[in-house]
């Protein structure tokens, strides 16, 4: 899974970064239960957070959440071929605040979701004037 990382200020990206994530233990079990017809949930909102510890497969929540969203999910394909799943999502900021995580969810922090992967980035200053964008490409090999 590739997560593209962007810092848009007054229309334009001024900034942008491309990670790896780490995919958890508990997206392995849950990814074998949605195929398996036994978790009915889709992963389709993307957590922000202030955390800077590395991401680890027993990862279950962010190190420190700060914002969350329900992505919108495109499909890819090429020659009517399944390519990627993408979940793209945009934060607005009220406050000066250094963004450095980010994870997929099947739910709402209030509902205690699944964390399907996490990634942690070096840091990136938001303020009011900022959005920063995520889009995350979930490709099955």
């Not at 900034?15 to 780490?22: I, Q």
């Not at 993307?46 to 919108?72: C, H, S, V």
């Not at 020659?79 to 709402?108: M, P």
């Not at 889009?135 to 090999?141: F, L, N, Q, T």
Request: glycine share 6%; hydrophobic share 40%; aromatic share 10%.
């Amino acid at each position: 899974m590739i997560v593209e990382i962007f810092t848009i200020e007054k229309g334009r990206i001024v900034d942008s970064l491309v990670v790896k994530n780490t995919l958890t233990n508990t997206g392995r079990e849950y990814i074998a239960k949605i195929i398996g017809g036994l978790h009915t949930k889709p992963f389709k909102y993307i957590q922000i957070g202030t955390g800077t510890t590395y991401p680890t497969p027993d990862d279950t929540a962010l190190e420190n959440f700060y914002d969350e969203k329900e992505a919108n999910v495109e499909v890819f394909t090429i020659e009517d071929k399944f390519e990627a799943t993408v979940l793209d999502c945009s934060f607005s900021f009220t406050e000066d605040v250094e963004i450095t995580e980010a994870g997929i969810f099947d739910d709402l922090q209030a509902n205690s979701p699944n964390m399907l992967a996490r990634v942690v980035f070096p840091a990136r200053k938001m303020s009011s004037e900022k959005t920063l964008r995520i889009r995350w490409g979930i490709k099955v090999d």
